[in-house]
């Protein structure tokens, strides 16, 4: 089981804050494909990942990154600050 996480448009699109997945996805990319396909809102909030990013743990990743051992995914839109 991982705790996956959304923020701002990407918690918009798919209408959760958050939920808990029993997925076999390997990387990060694997558990998008998995979601993507689950419902339209998750193919749409997933449609461009180049404008997400990813945390593991709280420790920011790449789409490649293995998900074994990880509890948390969370992705949200990159920030910027001022």
């Known amino acids: 089981m991982v705790d996956v996480l959304y923020f701002a448009w990407v918690r918009e699109r ?6 808990q997945l029993d997925t076999t996805a ?10 993507r ?5 998750y ?4 449609s461009d990942i180049s404008a997400l990013k990813v945390a593991l743990d709280q420790e920011l990743a790449d789409f490649n990154a ?8 969370a ?8």
């Open 43 to 46: 193919a749409v909030a997933f």
């Open 37 to 41: 396909a689950r419902e339209e809102r």
């Open 14 to 19: 798919i209408g959760l804050p958050k939920e």
């Open 75 to 82: 992705f949200f839109p990159p920030m910027t600050g001022g």
């Open 26 to 35: 390997a990387t990060v990319m694997d558990l998008v494909e998995e979601l």
């Open 66 to 73: 293995p998900l074994e051992g990880v509890r948390e995914v």
